[in-house]
């Protein structure tokens, strides 16, 4: 049975509690579609692709992380946006994103998520943004892993080999994890008594300060740090309405 698109989405923002952040996205519905919906799309980011295999798998709702609207709106439309917005409104699919909401979800966040991968124990928020934290400060099992053993984690639960920064200690036993493009968080990490920091994409003044902190900066990609929060809540929202769910990996070396 179809579902109201309305319903689904108040499900999300009341789960992800987006109200709370002060964001410099556009949180919920961005592109109407239609009123009610029998299978949701996600994917990482809103884009010609994406829109184009999500309509070709009978979407008509598609969730995403990064959405076509930043900052203080659009004052006029590109050739990029316009193909955009047309590839929606022909296949009538409707776009909502959510964005640091979903990086900081206790149970559904990129961040909870990529620390249970590593096996964390016990995480704390971490990574202040205007009053709230979008990270975590994680405790790792068995007194922390050596150097080898959490790059090597962190590469099965992204499916790509991280670019490792920086000089922390031999072992790590508190790793600080800001997904996408959260490598500024360093030095905040080091205060906090963590010894690595788990971002997806560096800042290249990132390499000295992870030096001089002493501290590992592990950078496993700003996509692939972030499928894992849009997809468990797309397969979350799915289950509770008894829709289809398909997940929409579009590559990114980022």
């Known amino acids: 049975m179809p579902a109201a698109v309305a ?19 556009v949180n919920g519905l961005q592109v109407p579609g239609p009123a009610e919906v029998g299978k949701i799309a996600s994917g990482v980011s809103a ?8 309509a070709d798998a009978g979407a008509g709702l598609l969730l995403v992380h990064h959405g076509l609207f930043w900052g203080p709106g659009v004052r006029a439309l590109d050739a990029t946006l316009k193909r955009r917005l047309k590839l929606l409104f022909d296949a009538d699919l409707a776009l909502a994103a959510y964005h640091l909401p979903l990086d900081a979800h206790p149970e559904l966040g990129n961040n909870a998520l990529l620390a249970r991968a590593l096996g964390a124990e016990h995480m704390v928020g971490f990574g202040d943004h205007r009053g709230e934290t979008i990270g975590f400060l994680a405790t790792l099992p068995d007194g922390g892993l ?14 790509r080999a991280p670019l490792h920064l920086g000089g922390g200690p031999d ?27 788990l971002t997806g994409e560096p800042a290249e003044r990132v390499t000295a300060s992870a030096r001089e902190l002493g501290v590992h900066v592990i950078a496993a990609g700003h996509h692939a740090t972030e499928t894992f929060g849009i997809r468990a809540l797309g397969e979350l929202l799915a289950g509770r309405f008894g829709l289809e769910h398909v997940f929409i990996d579009v590559p990114n070396p980022v």
């Not at 884009?47 to 999500?54: T, Y």
């Not at 600080?176 to 205060?191: K, N, P, R």
Request: net charge negative; glycine share 4%.
């Open 47 to 54: 884009h010609a692709e994406l829109f184009e295999r999500a």
């Open 7 to 25: 319903e689904i989405l108040a499900e999300a923002e009341r789960l992800l509690e987006v109200e709370r952040f002060e964001d410099y996205a």
């Open 146 to 159: 050596d150097t080898a053993a959490i790059l090597a984690a962190v590469e099965a639960a992204t499916n």
């Open 171 to 197: 072992r790590v036993e508190r790793i600080a994890i800001v997904s996408g493009a959260g490598s500024d968080y360093v030095a905040e990490a080091a205060a906090a008594g963590a010894q690595a920091l």
